[in-house]
Each structure stands twice: as structure tokens, then as C-alpha cells.
């Protein structure tokens, strides 16, 4: 059994195509690593510009698996760069009964 991920990623000023070339691979980052399934993954943006990302970890563990792994963290290093990591609720649109959001994959 996997467990679902929701992140928020608000880029900073004058960032968000860095960010959205970065979430193109993220997963694939993951996923190579073992640690994500193969579940699609879906990238979406909100009108203030913050993507919001779902994806599945293999399993309760692997968060604490790649916080210690060196090519997720090489790719989080570049994410702390360009974004502002948010809760999902912080988001205008998830106040929403139905939250509709730009899909960008």
C-alpha cells in the first residue's frame, strides 16, 4: 500500500519556469530512486502561480529514505532555490468546495 503525497510549491519571484522544468522530472527523480510508485503523478497550478503536486511513496518510509538520499537531495537543494514549500491549505483555490486548479501534466 502507497501513500499519497499532496506538495505545494510557491516560487519565488520571477522562478516559476525553473520550477516548472524541475517538476517535470521530480517523480521521475523519485521514482528511479525507488522510491515513489509507478502511480501517475499530477502537477497543477494555481492562479497565485504555486504548483501543487501528487504523487505516491512506495511507502511510509520513504520520505525518511530520500531526506538521506543524495540525488533527491541534489534536486530539493535546487527546489529550495526557487520555491517556498507550502501547506496545501494555504493555497486560495483549496478553500474551494471543488478546487479547480490549471493541470500542467
Known sequence: MGY?????????????????DIL???????RSEGLVTKREHIVMQAKDGTFIEIFEWVSEYSRELAIRN???VAVWTEMDKICTYIPASRVP?????????????
Open 4 to 20: 499519497i503525497v499532496i506538495g505545494a510549491y510557491k516560487p519565488h519571484v520571477g522562478e516559476i519556469n525553473a520550477l516548472s
Open 24 to 30: 517535470e522530472t521530480h517523480v521521475d527523480v523519485l
Open 70 to 72: 543524495p540525488v533527491v
Open 93 to 105: 483555490e483549496m478553500d474551494n468546495l471543488f478546487s479547480e486548479l490549471i493541470a500542467i501534466n
